[in-house]
Each structure stands twice: as C-alpha cells, then as structure tokens.
C-alpha cells in the first residue's frame, strides 16, 4: 500500500465530522500539533485535541494514566468518527500540505 491508499478512508468522513487527535505513545511536534486543526479543518472536518497532543513525560505524550485518559475519552466519546494519532498525524499532514487534492479524489 501506498500513502495515498491510506488516506481514501478519510474520504468516507462526512463535512463537519469530528476528529480526536490523541497522542498514545511518543511526544508530538508542537509545530504538528499546531497544523492539525487548521488542515483538518480545511476539509470540512472539526478537530478535537485531546490534552496529550501537547505533553511530553521525557520520551511520552504525558502520563501513562493521562495518555490512556485521552484514548478512553476519544473511543467514548460519540461524536468522535475517526480517531488520528502518530506517526497517522506526520503522514496525514505531510500529504495533505503536499497534495491537498487527494484528499479530494
């Protein structure tokens, strides 16, 4: 599989569908986590950042007890309809700056 076949089921999403972003095991970039909602947004789609997006505990997101928080809430949460974590979000974002119209096709 390429990229871009991994990015066809983002295609499924409807406009204004709601997107938790989480991060379940390293830390990510701030200047990602600051990309995301933008991008995403661009699409049509909501964005929710849960708090681990922005927490690092030396090589983690944060806590152990606050990154399985996030992935609980994101998973209960029944307006979430996708769920975009690392290395998802460096990919995702990579293409959608690179490539915009193929999340379109």
Do not use: K
């Not at 938790?20 to 947004?41: C, T």
């Amino acid at each position: 599989r390429n990229r871009r076949d991994n990015l066809m089921t983002w295609n499924a999403l409807s406009p204004g569908a709601l997107i938790g972003v989480i991060a379940p095991a390293g830390p990510a970039q701030p200047q990602q986590v600051d990309r995301v909602e933008p991008l995403l947004s661009a699409q049509g789609w909501r964005v929710r950042l849960y708090p681990s997006c922005r927490q690092a505990d030396r090589y983690l997101a944060g806590s152990d007890a606050q990154r399985l928080a996030d992935l609980h809430a994101a998973f209960a949460d029944p307006e979430v309809q996708a769920i975009l974590r690392d290395p998802a979000m460096r990919m995702i974002l990579e293409q959608m700056q690179n490539e915009p119209r193929a999340l379109q096709e």
